[in-house]
Structures are given as structure tokens and as C-alpha cells.
């Protein structure tokens, strides 16, 4: 009856939406040791979480062809953990309570739940967020730096182009003489030079037919007196890339790789310290070993110094009394042949 009630019973429905669809019966089920009817798996975490882990855990066998996470992340495989990859992996990191809980468990792993199977094998690994971080910002690297020094390429251009354009400088003169012609008289009047903000006032002063711009006047002026200024249009196609670049964009992937850089660097130094840690403990360990090995060594010399006397002192003990028995037997022979 049991086996029946376990076989048709109807399945719980939280514990069904928690499977993936892929292996149902496998993640949900474990064979018993005597070949009876399958116990369910144990799950520890919080439905919702071993739901989003489990989905997790299938896309990442598939990502990494079967091999453990765990060995990808020690081993550091560059070619199975990609940067989608590792973002799966640091979905899926334990938290400080998911660590105790899975550590405290004490029944076979593999009666485990698949979702909390993966999070406890991951629990060993040292600083594995940071670990992630780093092989993410790592991976990410070089497409970031190409783009960062492309758009900084493009300003440098862009700053050079403007610089040293002489059409461009005499373009500026012409807008200044312009804009000093019409301010004659006031104090805005013989000006040394203009904001290239007020560049922006051209199109929006007009004459007096309310159609003709300051903008039209300046064009009118350089195309009578200036045909050569007219040049500086070579320009555009430089200052338009340059202008599609976001100064603020730029600031924040600079501090973006700033912080991956410290990101990284604070690992290196986590792992080294512990590489010392780790050293000192085996010199420990094998000056304690060495300690160990010499008390050894000196209980055994003791040991066979004190057998050694000990022989001695029984070969001594063996050689006086058969001394003293034959001064006995003498001493009764001596006897025999005075009484004769």
C-alpha cells in the first residue's frame, strides 16, 4: 500500500515547479540502497531560490559540457567560463547562511537536492565571489580597454584636428570681428575673444526681414573674403565621431576598470597571503615533524644503549657463577683425595 500511495500519490506542487523540465524524476528522486521504491530529494533552501538555482544549475552543465563548477572555478578554465558563464556563477553563490546550513547538514550529499548539491560544492572555495569578480572583469578586459582607447583615440583626434586648423582659428576671427561690429559702443564691445557656447547665437539673432541669421551673414562674409576658410568643413567628419563619445560615459568605465583593477589586485594579495599562511604552516608542520623525528631518535638511542648494558650485565652475571661452580666442584675433588 505504501508503495502504491508513493507511486499514484499527486505531486506536491511546489516541489514540481521547483524541477526542471529536462529531468523531473532525476532531480527530484533518489534510488534507495535496496532497490525499493525512490526517496524524495532533501531541498534546504527557500523555494523560490532553489528554483532560480536550479535553472541556474541546468544551463550551467550545458555551458560547461558536464565539468563540475567547482573544478571550472579552481582550475580557472578560461574556455568554458565565459563572461555569460560566470554571471550564471555568481547568481548562484552561496550566501553566509545558505554556507551554514548546507555545511551543517550531516546525511549523504548525494541525497541533496540539485540546486543545494551545487551551492555546497562551491562552499569550500575561498573568497569565491571575489574569485568570480575577478575572472569576469579579467574575462571583460580587453573588449573594455579596445572601446575605452577607441573613444579616447577619437577625442585626441578630435582635440589635434581643432588645434591646429588654421581655417578653423580664422573662422573664430571672423565671428569675433562680426560680434565686435555689432556690440561697437557698448561694453560688450572690442572683446578679446568669445565662449564657443555663444557660437550657438548665430542661428538665433536675426535681421531685421526676421529670415537672414547672424549665421547667414558670417557664411555671406567668408565666402566673399575668406573662400579658404571655407576648408575648415574638412573637419566634420572627425569632430562627429569624436562627438558621439560621452565624457561622462568615459569616466565611468575609467572607474569602472579602476575598481576591477583593485578588484583583482586585493585577490592576488588574498592569495598570497595565504600561500605564506600556507607555508608557515608546513614549515611548522615539518619542524614539529623534525622535533618529533629527533625525540624519536634519541628514545631509540636510549633504548639501545640501555639494551646493551643490559646484555652486558647478563653475560657478566652468566660468566661469574659458572666461575664460582667450578671452585666448588674443585674444592669437593680436593676433599675426595685427601680422605684417601
Given at each position: 500500500?505504501?508503495?502504491?500511495?508513493?507511486?499514484?500519490?499527486?505531486?506536491?506542487?511546489?516541489?514540481?515547479?521547483?524541477?526542471?523540465?529536462?529531468?523531473?524524476?532525476?532531480?527530484?528522486?533518489?534510488?534507495?540502497?535496496?532497490?525499493?521504491?525512490?526517496?524524495?530529494?532533501?531541498?534546504?533552501?527557500?523555494?523560490?531560490?532553489?528554483?532560480?538555482?536550479?535553472?541556474?544549475?541546468?544551463?550551467?552543465?550545458?555551458?560547461?559540457?558536464?565539468?563540475?563548477?567547482?573544478?571550472?572555478?579552481?582550475?580557472?578554465?578560461?574556455?568554458?567560463?565565459?563572461?555569460?558563464?560566470?554571471?550564471?556563477?555568481?547568481?548562484?553563490?552561496?550566501?553566509?547562511?545558505?554556507?551554514?546550513?548546507?555545511?551543517?547538514?550531516?546525511?549523504?550529499?548525494?541525497?541533496?537536492?540539485?540546486?543545494?548539491?551545487?551551492?555546497?560544492?562551491?562552499?569550500?572555495?575561498?573568497?569565491?565571489?571575489?574569485?568570480?569578480?575577478?575572472?569576469?572583469?579579467?574575462?571583460?578586459?580587453?573588449?573594455?580597454?579596445?572601446?575605452?582607447?577607441?573613444?579616447?583615440?577619437?577625442?585626441?583626434?578630435?582635440?589635434?584636428?581643432?588645434?591646429?586648423?588654421?581655417?578653423?582659428?580664422?573662422?573664430?576671427?571672423?565671428?569675433?570681428?562680426?560680434?565686435?561690429?555689432?556690440?561697437?559702443?557698448?561694453?560688450?564691445?572690442?572683446?578679446?575673444?568669445?565662449?564657443p557656447s555663444a557660437l550657438l547665437k548665430l542661428a538665433e539673432h536675426k535681421a531685421a526681414d526676421k529670415k537672414t541669421t547672424l549665421l547667414h551673414y558670417t557664411v555671406e562674409v567668408v565666402q566673399t573674403n575668406a573662400p579658404k576658410v571655407r576648408r575648415v568643413t574638412a573637419l566634420l567628419p572627425?569632430?562627429?565621431?569624436?562627438?558621439?563619445?560621452?565624457?561622462?560615459?568615459?569616466?565611468?568605465?575609467?572607474?569602472?576598470?579602476?575598481?576591477?583593477?583593485?578588484?583583482?589586485?586585493?585577490?592576488?594579495t588574498a592569495l598570497e597571503e595565504a600561500a605564506e599562511k600556507e607555508e608557515e604552516r608546513r614549515e611548522a608542520l615539518h619542524r614539529e615533524a623534525m622535533e618529533a623525528w629527533s625525540a624519536a631518535k634519541e628514545q631509540r638511542d636510549e633504548a639501545r644503549r640501555r639494551h646493551r648494558e643490559g646484555?652486558?650485565?647478563?653475560?657478566?652475571?652468566?660468566?661469574?657463577?659458572?666461575?664460582?661452580?667450578?671452585?666448588?666442584?674443585?674444592?669437593?675433588?680436593?676433599?675426595?683425595?685427601?680422605?684417601?
Amino acid at each position: 500500500i505504501s508503495a502504491l500511495g508513493a507511486r499514484f500519490a499527486r505531486p506536491d506542487p511546489s516541489a514540481r515547479f521547483r524541477r526542471a523540465e529536462s529531468d523531473n524524476s532525476d532531480r527530484s528522486t533518489v534510488g534507495s540502497a535496496d532497490g525499493g521504491t525512490p526517496r524524495a530529494r532533501i531541498s534546504l533552501l527557500e523555494p523560490k531560490r532553489s528554483t532560480s538555482v536550479g535553472i541556474v544549475e541546468n544551463k550551467l552543465r550545458g555551458a560547461l559540457g558536464g565539468k563540475p563548477l567547482r573544478d571550472a572555478i579552481l582550475e580557472v578554465d578560461e574556455a568554458l567560463l565565459t563572461q555569460d558563464t560566470l554571471k550564471m556563477a555568481l547568481s548562484a553563490v552561496p550566501t553566509t547562511a545558505e554556507q551554514a546550513q548546507l555545511l551543517a547538514f550531516q546525511g549523504e550529499p548525494s541525497t541533496l537536492d540539485r540546486p543545494e548539491q551545487l551551492l555546497r560544492s562551491l562552499c569550500g572555495i575561498p573568497r569565491l565571489e571575489g574569485r568570480i569578480l575577478a575572472m569576469m572583469f579579467k574575462a571583460q578586459l580587453e573588449p573594455d580597454m579596445d572601446e575605452l582607447l577607441q573613444q579616447v583615440d577619437s577625442l585626441k583626434a578630435a582635440c589635434e584636428a581643432v588645434q591646429g586648423s588654421a581655417e578653423l582659428q580664422a573662422l573664430m576671427q571672423i565671428v569675433l570681428h562680426i560680434g565686435n561690429a555689432l556690440n561697437a559702443g557698448t561694453t560688450r564691445g572690442n572683446a578679446a575673444g568669445f565662449r564657443p557656447s555663444a557660437l550657438l547665437k548665430l542661428a538665433e539673432h536675426k535681421a531685421a526681414d526676421k529670415k537672414t541669421t547672424l549665421l547667414h551673414y558670417t557664411v555671406e562674409v567668408v565666402q566673399t573674403n575668406a573662400p579658404k576658410v571655407r576648408r575648415v568643413t574638412a573637419l566634420l567628419p572627425t569632430l562627429a565621431q569624436a562627438s558621439r563619445v560621452s565624457l561622462e560615459e568615459l569616466r565611468a568605465k575609467s572607474a569602472d576598470l579602476a575598481r576591477g583593477m583593485d578588484q583583482v589586485e586585493r585577490e592576488l594579495t588574498a592569495l598570497e597571503e595565504a600561500a605564506e599562511k600556507e607555508e608557515e604552516r608546513r614549515e611548522a608542520l615539518h619542524r614539529e615533524a623534525m622535533e618529533a623525528w629527533s625525540a624519536a631518535k634519541e628514545q631509540r638511542d636510549e633504548a639501545r644503549r640501555r639494551h646493551r648494558e643490559g646484555r652486558a650485565a647478563a653475560r657478566a652475571s652468566e660468566g661469574g657463577g659458572g666461575g664460582g661452580g667450578g671452585c666448588g666442584e674443585g674444592g669437593e675433588d680436593g676433599g675426595g683425595d685427601g680422605g684417601g
